[in-house]
């Protein structure tokens, strides 16, 4: 069983996960080596194996790389006793017989990392049927545009996180896609220069990274191919139906959307490739999964079409447990169906409509604001590159709307400008009381603008002041 961490995460951060993992052996990009062993201590870590890119390159660019940024770069850490090196290691066992293991479809296989409904880190176990289950519905959902054995994927979703393993590789190895890998997303330029390498024909990524792309030079002035590009699938945030227009249109292929989670080993909905769209859904639930609302109070009633509640599910590959974590898993997984902390709906036809979080939810002087609803409209103003949107305290209502607002690159805009854009779209409760410019917004591994980061942040600055 293994458990992929992200390698960005802080020394506190690191430590809990791995104590919660009860993780033996680490597998480490040469330059995090320090940071593992600064908290092994307090583990039951017992080896570490260092990883060096270079192995990965072809002759010239290894021998470039030893010479300029190798120990530059931390990939030559002085190893302590009983550590080794990735390439060490596989000489060590080179020859040997291979161990004779039996893997079962119910055995672990993932430990998935995931802050669930409470923040605090959990881990979600994966068997190794789920992952196969996983991508086997990918594969039939996308089965009509895709070609098996010859059409690439991009691979730039974090193998760390469920999208990129459970969705993206699972897809790739059940229908035998070469996956082009992009370590780096937020490296905008690799990954055009990628997809004008590798031509790839299905992209799944975030909103972010649409945005982004779309907002490159090369991408503006024309001088980029995306051409290649007959399928995108959006996943872990809402997409602005204004992104997907300009994408496609760019590209020539099409934004598929999609829900899922962590707890879920991807398990959730998509919108049909060649069916019918409708802006704000994300889509039918996939092959072998079952949806319902249910009332957010309770759980306990189903409720009819369009009304708003939590959104539960039920399907093969749900998560077995959060590993040994029973009160939680029991507050999750109730009669076989996952609840998964999400307010939504489904209408007549069965399309499921995703509103936020339960968490998320403001109340200004006791009314229901959804942030979603909120950054749909800020987002469609000509000047506004990225927005975000929670709930501030506030003495006189309670909770106000505060929307954080990323501007364009030689655009302007002023708060009052915004405010009234979004009076002509918005009941008064819902139009911000408060905006905040930033050249930046919080973001998780996979590009996903963290509201909780936000209110954080809140936070701090009212106790400063």
Same mark, same amino acid.
């Given at each position: 069983?293994?458990?992929?961490?992200?390698?960005?995460?802080?020394?506190?951060?690191?430590?809990?996960?791995?104590?919660?993992?009860?993780?033996?052996?680490?597998?480490?990009?040469?330059?995090?080596?320090?940071?593992?062993?600064?908290?092994?201590?307090?583990?039951?870590?017992?080896?570490?194996?260092?990883?060096?890119?270079?192995?990965?390159?072809p002759p010239l660019l290894r021998f470039l790389f030893t010479i300029f940024k190798?120990?530059?770069?931390?990939?030559?850490?002085?190893?302590?006793?009983?550590?080794?090196?990735?390439?060490?290691?596989?000489?060590?066992?080179?020859?040997?017989?291979?161990?004779?293991?039996?893997?079962?479809?119910?055995? #672990?296989?993932?430990?998935?990392?995931?802050?669930?409904?409470?923040?605090?880190?959990?881990?979600?176990?994966?068997?190794?049927?789920?992952?196969?289950?996983?991508?086997?519905?990918?594969?039939?959902?996308?089965?009509?545009?895709?070609?098996?054995?010859?059409?690439?994927?991009?691979?730039?979703?974090?193998?760390?996180?469920?999208?990129?393993?459970?969705?993206?590789?699972?897809?790739?190895?059940?229908?035998?896609?070469?996956?082009?890998?992009?370590?780096?997303?937020?490296?905008?330029?690799?990954?055009?220069?990628?997809?004008?390498?590798?031509?790839?024909?299905?992209?799944?990524?975030?909103?972010?990274?649409?945005?982004?792309?779309?907002?490159? #030079?090369?991408?503006?002035?024309?001088?980029?191919?995306?051409?290649?590009?007959?399928?995108?699938?959006?996943?872990?945030?809402?997409?602005?139906?204004?992104?997907?227009?300009?994408?496609?249109?760019?590209?020539?292929?099409?934004?598929?959307?999609?829900?899922?989670?962590?707890?879920?080993?991807?398990?959730?909905?998509?919108?049909?490739?060649?069916?019918?769209?409708?802006?704000?859904?994300?889509?039918?639930?996939?092959?072998?999964?079952?949806?319902?609302?249910?009332?957010?109070?309770?759980?306990?009633?189903e409720l009819p079409p369009k009304e708003v509640g939590e959104v539960i599910m039920?399907?093969?590959?749900?998560?077995?447990?959060?590993?040994?974590?029973?009160?939680?898993?029991?507050?999750?997984?109730?009669?076989?169906?996952?609840?998964?902390?999400?307010?939504?709906?489904?209408?007549?036809?069965?399309?499921?409509?995703?509103?936020?979080?339960?968490?998320?939810?403001?109340?200004?002087?006791?009314?229901?604001?959804?942030?979603?609803?909120?950054?749909?409209?800020?987002?469609?103003? #000509?000047?506004?590159?990225?927005?975000?949107?929670?709930?501030?305290p506030d003495e006189r209502q309670g909770e106000a709307v505060k929307a954080w607002?990323?501007?364009?690159?030689?655009?302007?805009?002023?708060?009052?400008?915004?405010?009234?854009?979004?009076?002509?779209?918005?009941?008064?409760?819902?139009?911000?009381?408060?905006?905040?410019?930033?050249?930046?917004? #919080?973001?998780?591994?996979?590009?996903?603008?963290?509201?909780?980061?936000?209110?954080?942040?809140?936070?701090?600055?009212?106790?400063?002041?």
């Amino acid at each position: 069983m293994v458990s992929p961490l992200n390698p960005l995460y802080t020394e506190r951060e690191l430590q809990e996960v791995l104590q919660k993992s009860e993780a033996e052996i680490a597998v480490v990009l040469a330059p995090f080596y320090k940071k593992v062993k600064n908290v092994q201590p307090e583990t039951i870590v017992r080896k570490v194996i260092t990883v060096n890119i270079k192995t990965f390159l072809p002759p010239l660019l290894r021998f470039l790389f030893t010479i300029f940024k190798e120990r530059k770069e931390g990939y030559r850490p002085a190893l302590q006793e009983g550590d080794m090196d990735f390439d060490a290691f596989l000489k060590k066992g080179r020859g040997a017989a291979p161990p004779q293991v039996t893997v079962k479809p119910d055995d #672990p296989a993932i430990l998935m990392f995931t802050g669930g409904t409470t923040g605090s880190p959990k881990a979600a176990l994966g068997l190794h049927r789920h992952l196969v289950i996983s991508g086997m519905q990918y594969k039939a959902w996308l089965t009509n545009v895709l070609i098996d054995w010859d059409d690439t994927i991009m691979a730039l979703m974090p193998l760390f996180h469920i999208y990129g393993l459970a969705g993206v590789m699972a897809t790739g190895i059940i229908g035998h896609h070469p996956l082009a890998l992009v370590p780096n997303p937020r490296d905008l330029d690799d990954v055009i220069a990628t997809i004008g390498k590798e031509k790839p024909a299905f992209l799944p990524g975030v909103p972010t990274l649409f945005n982004a792309m779309l907002n490159h #030079p090369k991408v503006k002035s024309g001088k980029a191919n995306l051409k290649s590009l007959k399928l995108c699938i959006c996943g872990a945030a809402p997409l602005l139906l204004e992104i997907k227009k300009r994408f496609e249109k760019v590209t020539g292929g099409k934004i598929i959307e999609g829900y899922a989670l962590t707890e879920s080993m991807m398990a959730g909905a998509f919108t049909p490739v060649y069916g019918k769209y409708k802006p704000g859904s994300v889509g039918l639930p996939n092959i072998d999964v079952e949806i319902k609302i249910v009332d957010a109070d309770k759980g306990e009633k189903e409720l009819p079409p369009k009304e708003v509640g939590e959104v539960i599910m039920r399907a093969p590959q749900l998560m077995k447990e959060y590993w040994k974590n029973p009160e939680e898993t029991a507050n999750t997984i109730k009669n076989g169906w996952l609840f998964t902390g999400d307010l939504g709906y489904m209408d007549e036809e069965g399309f499921l409509y995703i509103v936020d979080r339960k968490k998320d939810l403001i109340k200004p002087s006791g009314f229901q604001v959804w942030p979603r609803e909120v950054e749909e409209v800020i987002a469609s103003h #000509p000047a506004v590159q990225e927005v975000g949107v929670a709930g501030v305290p506030d003495e006189r209502q309670g909770e106000a709307v505060k929307a954080w607002v990323v501007i364009e690159r030689g655009k302007s805009l002023t708060a009052e400008e915004l405010r009234n854009f979004c009076r002509e779209r918005l009941t008064g409760y819902k139009v911000p009381k408060h905006i905040e410019f930033c050249d930046e917004l #919080p973001k998780s591994a996979v590009g996903k603008i963290l509201r909780r980061e936000l209110r954080k942040k809140e936070s701090k600055e009212m106790h400063m002041n």
